[in-house]
């Protein structure tokens, strides 16, 4: 991994608002809390991936300390990558928007509360967990949304409403979920 790019002090990473971490094509394999705060410079992201030569991994707890945009504009078939055991995002009721391709791995939860997810840009979000709580709904606005896990799980998505306009949402069975769908 390249966490020595923080130093060997570090024990957890915070954005600011108005600030952007680009994770580039680099990636983090030790777990380092990471505090994510607003849509970044420019309106790009708080955490963004530019290039596209590889995966970029955040294997570390990520929370919102607000509403929170993260986003993929790499334009390449990699993609931003949250997980390994224990891993999470977590928020106190904060929206997370994903702009790009991105994917929450094995063993990554996503806990908003009563936050909601959007789902923008092109390319999937995967969620590969099924213990997720997203009460404050799910919005494909574009590209899609696929649960990557099997079997009959209750409220994956959490309990909000799912809204689809603009991009698709994908099961591996029609008993992952549980909310309305319009």
């Given amino acids: 991994g390249h966490q020595s790019i923080f130093g060997s002090s570090f024990s957890s990473v915070t954005v600011n608002s108005g600030a ?71 928020s106190a009721g904060f929206d997370l928007t994903v702009n790009g391709a991105s994917n929450f791995g094995n063993g990554a939860t996503i806990n908003l509360g009563a936050g909601s997810l959007t789902k923008t840009g092109d390319g999937a979000l995967t969620i590969f967990k099924s213990n997720n709580t997203i009460d404050g709904g799910v919005f494909v606005y574009g590209g899609s949304v696929t649960m990557a896990s099997t079997g009959t799980y209750t409220n994956p998505l959490g309990s909000g409403a799912i809204t689809v306009n603009g991009g698709s949402l994908e099961l591996n069975t029609s008993s992952q979920i549980a909310s309305s769908v319009t």
């Fill in 20 to 90: 952007t971490l680009d994770m580039a094509d680099k990636g983090m394999s030790t777990v380092i809390p990471l505090t994510l705060n607003g849509v970044g410079v420019n309106g790009v992201g708080a955490l963004i991936k530019t290039l596209g030569s590889g995966h970029s991994t955040w294997a570390g707890t990520i929370t919102l300390g607000s509403a929170t945009l993260v986003s993929n504009i790499s334009n390449s078939p990699y993609y931003i990558y949250i997980g390994g055991v224990g891993s999470s995002v977590t």
